[in-house]
């Protein structure tokens, strides 16, 4: 059975990758704007928003609700450092992924195949977005794997 802190877990990286490849379409759809899109990339640039806020809802709920026990756990065993490096890097790089996801719609509100300066500031805007979300997801990954291997260590 799969519990609830596993599931707003799930949800949490879920919702963050699914920010990620909004922000990728978006992208691609800006580098070949044309009228006929501007709405793809209006929609693609709120679920972006949109993805990005749940994810950091959940992950901020879930920090607050199950991450200390998993902390603890991670700082006894070998591997400290995914913590003290990569959840802490996680939890500051996430604001600018958090920011830049906010922004993007504001962007995306030109006419952007009329304005090449608007285009290429929601491309570099997504782009930031799928670069900082990545290395975000990477650092999630990291921690989660500090937590097994210490636990394999204590049951071993």
Not at 48 to 60: D, F, H, M, R, Y
Not at 83 to 91: A, D, L, P
């Amino acid at each position: 059975m799969i519990a609830g802190r596993d599931i707003v877990l799930l949800a949490h990286a879920g919702c963050g990758m699914l920010g990620i490849l909004a922000a990728l379409w978006v992208c691609v759809e800006a580098l070949n704007t044309r009228e006929g899109n501007a709405s793809r990339i209006r929609f693609g640039s709120l679920l972006t928003t949109a993805s990005v806020c749940v994810a950091w809802i959940l992950g901020g709920y879930w920090y607050l609700h199950f991450y200390p026990a998993e902390k603890a756990i991670i700082l006894k065993g070998p591997w400290p450092f995914a913590h003290n490096v990569f959840m802490e890097t996680k939890e500051h790089l996430f604001f600018a992924t958090l920011i830049l996801a906010i922004y993007l719609p504001i962007c995306a509100a030109e006419r952007l195949d009329r304005n090449a300066i608007a285009r290429r500031m929601v491309v570099s805007v997504a782009l930031l977005i799928v670069a900082t979300g990545l290395a975000v997801e990477a650092a999630g990954a990291v921690i989660d794997h500090g937590v097994k291997i210490a636990l394999l260590r204590l049951h071993s």
